[in-house]
Structure formats: C-alpha cells, structure tokens
Nanobody, 121 residues
Framework: QVQPVESGGGLVQAGGSLRLSCTASDLTFKNAMGWFRQAPGKEREFVAFIAYANGNTRYAEPVKGRFTISRDNAKNTVYLQMNSLKPEDTAVYYC???????????????WGQGTQVTVSS
C-alpha cells in the first residue's frame, strides 16, 4: 500500500496558523481520511477525520473550533487548517485512512513520514 504524503508543517508562533496537506493514492483516498499527531514522548492521537462521500467531520476536543479538516476528492488531497495554534499543538502530524470505533478513532493504513509542526510560545 502506498503511503500518504504529508506537507505544510513548520515553525509558527502561538496564535498563528498553518495549513497541512496530504495526498494519497486513489485506492487509499476513497475512504474517510483522518489527521493524527504524535508529540515527543506521547502516543499518536486522533485529531480529525472527514468522510469521503458526504464530507461529515469529527474533531478531537482539544482542536474543536480551531482546526478545520477538508478534502478535494478531485486532487486526492485532504487538508488541515490550523488556527490559533498553541504550544501544545507541537507534534508530528500524519494522515491516514481511519477506523471509527465510536469513541475511539484509529489509523487503519500505512503511516507516512508525517510533517513537523512546532509552535513557539
């Protein structure tokens, strides 16, 4: 399975914004797609996902109201617009297909390299 490719990370001051992008193969992309993140010394955690057909979205509590997930099905690309960034958002961000287990959302496919987001205080 071809891994997704994430981009758009960088260093930003607290309160700033970044937009992450993720491209994937046709086979991978025709699914609900999610963003996850892993901070140093912590487990990878769910951030947001978006359904393929109807575009329904779901967000983790820490990012609600600040992050927006979207997708362009014609470009096989999913985006994560991150506003009002906080130092605790610092992590490597990954995208993947998702497995929705109700209260828990996990990545289902192969993980890419991710993109580093660093938020300075």
């Amino acid at each position: 399975q071809v891994q997704p490719v994430e981009s758009g990370g960088g260093l930003v001051q607290a309160g700033g914004s970044l937009r992450l992008s993720c491209t994937a193969s046709d086979l991978t992309f025709k699914n609900a797609m999610g963003w996850f993140r892993q901070a140093p010394g912590k487990e990878r955690e769910f951030v947001a996902f978006i359904a393929y057909a109807n575009g329904n979205t779901r967000y983790a509590e820490p990012v609600k109201g600040r992050f927006t997930i979207s997708r362009d099905n014609a470009k096989n690309t999913v985006y994560l617009q991150m506003n009002s960034l906080k130092p605790e958002d610092t992590a490597v961000y990954y995208c993947n297909t998702i497995l929705n287990r109700g209260t828990v959302v996990v990545g289902r496919g192969s993980w890419g390299q991710g993109t580093q987001v660093t938020v300075s205080s």
